[in-house]
């Protein structure tokens, strides 16, 4: 019989990936011999590496910079991917290539495991393909206002149908080199592991908004430490990691993230051990 058994991250840079450790946690708890690795890879690369992979290949993750270009690979798409034209998931079997979007439902996992339930008013740091995940997170969660600080805000300017079509009012805005006074209840950062923090906040906003900083290395990120000079609340990207990799590994199993697995729960915690995170994802 066919063993479907390898599965891998892509992306670039990849070295510091936690994804190997997850996956290989929680097929250890299913019994799965299933070998999860991870591949330095550009954009361009994607395609050949696709085109090349033989039957003994189950799934891949892919992570900066190859979102995009794995939505564009995608033969089929769930909803989640089709709205976000991002993908970070892709399910190679004998039909098509299945695109998955698992971000978006690994930031609401992790926002609420923080204890956080309905935000009012989010702020996104960034304008790449996790802040457009980061959008549609913010309405599933109930928020009504996205702010989205970037660089070059006219290049931001697609994210306004999405907002439209999540329900939230979008204002868009370049980044501050003022000290900035927010009253969003999350501020998520979507900017590289590594990054000099963008902003700088006040210390009311630092005590008041919960801060999402989807990068988790190195750690703490500069926002991080700021965040911490307060005693402000803090979960780092192992958070969505986690959340958006059980997802994955629902998605490898069954073809579906919408399918629970056995002893999930088991499975869960397998990973957040594996990380060394809270289930809270606090740090």
Do not use: C
């Amino acid at each position: 019989m066919l063993m479907r058994d390898r599965l891998a991250v892509l992306g670039s840079p990849i070295a510091h990936s936690q994804s190997p450790a997850l996956h290989s946690a929680a097929y250890r708890v299913m019994g799965r011999p299933w070998s999860y690795d991870r591949i330095e890879m550009r954009e361009h690369e994607l395609t050949a590496f696709l085109n090349s992979a033989d039957a003994a290949w189950r799934g891949l993750s892919l992570t900066m910079p190859l979102k995009k270009a794995a939505f564009a690979a995608s033969e089929t798409l769930d909803d989640d991917a089709r709205l976000t034209g991002v993908v970070n998931t892709l399910r190679l079997n004998d039909g098509p290539v299945a695109g998955f979007n698992t971000d978006v439902e690994g930031i609401v996992r992790a926002v609420r495991a923080a204890g956080l339930r309905a935000p009012d008013a989010v702020l996104v740091l960034g304008g790449g393909a996790t802040a457009a995940s980061a959008l549609v997170a913010a309405g599933r969660l109930g928020a009504s206002h996205v702010e989205i600080a970037v660089r070059a805000p006219a290049k931001a300017q697609g994210l306004f149908p999405l907002a439209h079509e999540v329900g939230v009012e979008l204002a868009i805005r370049e980044l501050s080199s003022s000290v900035v006074a927010s009253h969003a209840d999350v501020i998520v950062s979507t900017l590289p592991g590594g990054s000099e923090a963008a902003e700088q906040y006040t210390a009311d906003t630092r005590r008041h908004a919960l801060l999402f900083d989807v990068a988790y290395s190195p750690w703490p990120s500069a926002v991080a430490r700021a965040w911490h000079d307060v005693n402000g609340s803090v979960i780092n990207g192992l958070g969505m990691l986690v959340h958006q990799a059980l997802l994955q590994v629902r998605v490898f199993a069954s073809g579906s993230p919408d399918a629970v697995l056995d002893d999930e729960q088991r499975v869960l915690a397998a990973m957040l051990d594996a990380v060394h995170l809270e289930a809270d994802g606090r740090a």
